[in-house]
């Protein structure tokens, strides 16, 4: 049927050309849900009903029921019911149009449509075909490349976050004034509100420990978790306040200014050769570098050698040595057990592979009945006098060991010696200088020098009027017992009340004491033995320490005084 109406439709302008009508043109909009159709028709012969030629009647037709809306030109159609009921016909078998096209039929008086338009049938629906594998083709076998969807975020927080960081727009910082810029030419026709140029980058320095800071907090959390990482990095951030550290971002940076050390300058004439010269200087000496002898002092000139003292070359010191492991009282009593039980093992050993002989059992008349059982019994009184004499015989052993373990009279002398005195191949040699006001006292005079001589020090004691300096010089143990004589045991306030019978001059006199005035280590002792020396005046007492070579001790206990202290 549709095939026929098509071939209907194509014939009716033909049969119009036959009949010698002229053509007409007509365009007819279709109002409603119908869409519109385009139809090209001519009369002929072939319509059911053929229309009266009066133009006039065809002009005071209505539009038709249909909604088809009266066009110029489409009163001079004469068979316009053929055209209707084509219509009626198409839009009842589907032949419809878009409604986005022009609603009119394209039928015009003197043009013929050449092209008749027919609907399309509707598309069919889409295949899908896939290969072995599980991927699309098409209907020639070729592979389809489609894009696979991304898995997007359906939460609205993650799809808004999207969003921002898509649309976000990155605002370089601008020179706020382009005239500023010295490259900047007005000349060129710029204009400087739109000239957009950023900021150079500039350094960022990173401050010190910043990444040992880092690693260890990462080192924190993989051992004990947040919260002590929380704390050391609070506590960190407080030591970064007090300390108040400069960024060293905001440091200029400029060349580097290494510190060399001064080179000590050259003199103008060195110190070995300045007291030999006249003049104290060089210019004496001739070009050829020889110099009369009338420019020297000769009595400077002595057969003897001048060392100069030797200078330790410039090096790290040496790393100390290893010092000997300390035990407690109860570390060393556990190694001395287990020394014991080890030898008690090595003992059994020896006695279980035949090389020594077992011990004789340890018999005693608490124990007679339990070692020996029923031989006791047989013969009481020899086996109480074999175990009598097995006991004095243990007894006297241990005797024995213990006198061949006794020290003998020399080397308790010298185990005395060693507790009481530091060795003697010691070279450090520790001086003590005391000040005492008065020291006229016999009993304080004897305590004083018998105690110097039994503590193996050397020195020497000046009594003079109103002051006494005692020095004294030894070992680092001596000096220590000599010092609790001279500042404790003596009591020198009552050694001077015992001795003095006038009560007036003790009022004047100052209270009798003794104070350390000065102690130190010295390379060699300058005293060969310890003496006592009354001199009636200063200058004989000072010439007691200068005959030693030690005048300055004198000086040092007649200036001290007791603010120093």
Same mark, same amino acid.
């Given at each position: 049927?549709?095939?026929?109406?098509?071939?209907?439709?194509?014939?009716?302008?033909?049969?119009?050309?036959?009949?010698?009508?002229?053509?007409?043109?007509?365009?007819?909009?279709?109002?409603?849900?119908?869409?519109?159709? #385009?139809?090209?028709?001519?009369?002929?012969?072939?319509?059911?009903?053929?229309?009266?030629?009066?133009?006039?009647?065809?002009?005071?037709?209505?539009? +038709?029921?249909?909604?088809?809306?009266?066009?110029?030109?489409?009163?001079?159609?004469?068979?316009?019911?053929?055209?209707?009921?084509?219509?009626?016909?198409?839009?009842?078998?589907?032949?419809?149009?878009?409604?986005?096209?022009?609603?009119?039929?394209?039928?015009?008086?003197?043009?013929?449509? @050449?092209?008749?338009?027919?609907?399309?049938?509707?598309?069919? @629906?889409?295949?899908?075909?896939?290969?072995?594998?599980?991927?699309?083709?098409?209907?020639?076998? &070729?592979?389809?490349?489609?894009?696979?969807?991304?898995?997007?975020?359906?939460?609205?927080?993650?799809?808004?976050?999207?969003?921002?960081? @898509?649309?976000? *727009? /990155?605002?370089?910082?601008?020179?706020?004034?382009?005239?500023?810029?010295?490259?900047?030419?007005?000349?060129?026709? *710029?204009?400087?509100?739109?000239?957009?140029?950023?900021?150079?980058?500039?350094?960022?320095?990173?401050?010190?420990?910043?990444?040992?800071?880092?690693?260890?907090?990462?080192?924190?959390?993989?051992?004990?978790?947040?919260?002590?990482?929380?704390?050391?990095?609070?506590?960190?951030?407080?030591?970064?306040?007090?300390?108040?550290?400069?960024?060293?971002?905001?440091?200029?940076?400029?060349?580097?200014?290494?510190?060399?050390?001064?080179?000590?300058?050259?003199?103008?004439?060195?110190?070995?050769?300045?007291?030999?010269?006249?003049?104290?200087?060089?210019?004496? *000496?001739?070009?050829?570098?020889?110099?009369?002898?009338?420019?020297?002092?000769?009595?400077?000139?002595?057969?003897?050698?001048?060392?100069?003292?030797?200078?330790?070359?410039?090096?790290?010191?040496? +790393?100390?040595?290893?010092?000997?492991?300390?035990?407690?009282?109860?570390?060393?009593?556990?190694?001395?057990?287990?020394?014991?039980?080890?030898?008690?093992?090595?003992?059994?050993?020896?006695?279980?592979?035949?090389?020594?002989?077992?011990?004789? +059992?340890?018999?005693?008349?608490? &124990?007679?009945?339990?070692?020996?059982?029923?031989?006791?019994?047989?013969?009481?009184?020899?086996?109480?006098?074999?175990?009598?004499?097995?006991? @004095?015989?243990?007894?006297?052993?241990?005797?024995?060991?213990?006198?061949?373990?006794?020290?003998?009279?020399?080397?308790?002398?010298?185990?005395?010696?060693?507790?009481?005195?530091?060795?003697?191949?010691?070279?450090?040699?520790?001086?003590?200088?005391?000040?005492?006001?008065? /020291?006229?006292?016999?009993?304080?005079?004897?305590?004083?020098?018998? &105690?110097?001589?039994?503590?193996?020090?050397?020195?020497?004691?000046?009594?003079?009027?109103?002051?006494?300096?005692?020095?004294?010089?030894?070992?680092?143990?001596?000096?220590?017992?000599?010092?609790?004589?001279?500042?404790?045991?003596?009591?020198?306030?009552?050694?001077? &009340?015992?001795?003095?019978?006038?009560?007036?001059?003790?009022?004047?006199? +100052?209270?009798?004491?003794?104070?350390?005035?000065?102690?130190?280590?010295?390379?060699?002792?300058?005293?060969?033995?310890?003496?006592?020396?009354?001199?009636? #005046?200063?200058?004989?007492?000072?010439?007691?320490?200068?005959?030693?070579?030690?005048?300055?001790?004198?000086?040092?206990?007649?200036?001290?005084?007791?603010?120093?202290?």
């Amino acid at each position: 049927m549709q095939k026929d109406l098509a071939e209907k439709l194509k014939k009716i302008p033909l049969l119009n050309k036959g009949t010698g009508s002229s053509s007409v043109a007509t365009s007819v909009t279709v109002q409603g849900p119908v869409s519109s159709v #385009t139809t090209a028709i001519a009369s002929g012969p072939s319509s059911s009903s053929v229309l009266p030629s009066t133009s006039a009647a065809a002009a005071s037709m209505k539009p +038709p029921a249909g909604g088809v809306a009266a066009v110029p030109g489409l009163a001079s159609i004469s068979n316009l019911e053929a055209v209707k009921r084509a219509q009626e016909l198409a839009a009842k078998m589907g032949f419809r149009q878009d409604p986005q096209f022009a609603p009119l039929i394209n039928l015009f008086p003197g043009q013929v449509q @050449a092209d008749t338009l027919v609907p399309q049938k509707p598309t069919k @629906a889409p295949v899908l075909r896939v290969d072995a594998l599980g991927r699309e083709i098409d209907e020639h076998g &070729n592979l389809i490349n489609a894009t696979k969807p991304s898995n997007l975020s359906t939460l609205k927080v993650n799809i808004n976050k999207q969003k921002k960081d @898509a649309f976000q *727009i /990155l605002k370089p910082e601008l020179e706020v004034d382009a005239e500023s810029n010295p490259h900047f030419d007005v000349r060129m026709g *710029i204009n400087k509100d739109k000239l957009l140029r950023p900021k150079r980058m500039t350094f960022q320095f990173v401050e010190e420990g910043k990444w040992s800071k880092d690693a260890e907090i990462i080192k924190l959390k993989s051992q004990f978790g947040e919260a002590k990482a929380k704390e050391l990095k609070a506590k960190q951030a407080q030591l970064a306040k007090a300390k108040a550290d400069i960024n060293p971002n905001l440091i200029e940076v400029s060349e580097r200014i290494t510190k060399e050390k001064l080179k000590d300058p050259i003199p103008e004439i060195e110190w070995w050769d300045l007291p030999i010269l006249v003049s104290g200087s060089y210019d004496d *000496i001739a070009d050829d570098g020889v110099m009369s002898k009338d420019k020297l002092k000769k009595e400077k000139i002595t057969i003897y050698i001048e060392h100069p003292k030797p200078i330790e070359p410039p090096a790290e010191p040496a +790393p100390p040595p290893p010092q000997p492991l300390k035990l407690t009282k109860k570390e060393q009593k556990k190694l001395r057990t287990q020394r014991r039980l080890a030898r008690e093992k090595d003992k059994q050993e020896m006695i279980r592979q035949g090389l020594i002989e077992p011990p004789k +059992p340890k018999v005693k008349l608490s &124990n007679l009945m339990k070692v020996l059982g029923s031989e006791a019994t047989q013969d009481p009184t020899k086996l109480e006098m074999e175990i009598r004499s097995a006991a @004095a015989e243990r007894e006297q052993a241990h005797v024995d060991r213990n006198i061949a373990r006794k020290l003998t009279p020399a080397e308790r002398r010298e185990k005395k010696e060693r507790k009481l005195f530091d060795d003697p191949n010691t070279v450090e040699t520790i001086v003590s200088v005391y000040r005492i006001n008065d /020291l006229s006292h016999p009993k304080t005079r004897f305590k004083v020098d018998v &105690n110097a001589q039994e503590n193996r020090l050397t020195g020497c004691a000046v009594i003079s009027e109103g002051i006494s300096v005692v020095v004294v010089e030894g070992g680092s143990k001596s000096i220590k017992r000599y010092g609790k004589l001279m500042l404790r045991r003596i009591n020198w306030a009552e050694a001077v &009340n015992d001795n003095d019978d006038d009560g007036d001059e003790d009022e004047e006199k +100052p209270p009798n004491k003794c104070v350390l005035v000065w102690q130190g280590s010295v390379a060699k002792s300058s005293f060969s033995r310890f003496s006592v020396h009354e001199c009636i #005046t200063e200058a004989a007492a000072r010439k007691v320490f200068a005959d030693a070579g030690v005048g300055h001790y004198w000086d040092l206990a007649v200036n001290f005084s007791d603010d120093e202290f």
